[in-house]
């Protein structure tokens, strides 16, 4: 645990705004990756009944559209954002093992280095937190108020 303390304490001494706008785009990502799953539902559905997770296409589907819609929010506005991020890691981890490696890295239909891509930044951010933007910031900052 005095590990992580380290780790958090340099990320809050070190801030950078090109953190933040890259911690905002990726939640609106997130975010909007969520929309597209709930306006294509029954896509969704075929994806996942293709893959090794066929056995719980509904719950699955809809713990994802939840979850990115929700942890988008939260990622984007920086609230709670590494508990957010706890819930989008194995929605990624499960698009990265079981859904789009089965197109392949280079296939013109495969989404894996973009998965890969978000996985690391969600990595990250699991570490660096929400950063000096936000509003975990702006809450610890004015506890006392």
Partial sequence: MDTLSKIDNWGESHPSRSLEILRIVLGLIIFFKGVFFIQNTEEINTMLSNSKLAW?????????????????????????????ISFQLPVLLGAIIFVNAQHGFFSMQSELG????????????????????????????????
Avoid: C, Q, W
């Avoid at 296409?57 to 819609?69: D, N, P, Q």
């Fill in 56 to 84: 719980g296409t509904f719950m699955i589907a809809h713990y994802v559209a939840m979850a990115h819609l929700l942890g988008g929010i939260l990622i984007t506005i920086g609230l709670i954002t590494r508990i957010a």
């Fill in 114 to 145: 973009f998965s890969i891509l978000v996985f690391v930044l969600l990595v990250f951010f699991l570490f660096y937190g929400s950063g000096p933007y936000s509003v975990d910031h702006f809450m610890e900052k004015n506890k006392n108020v």
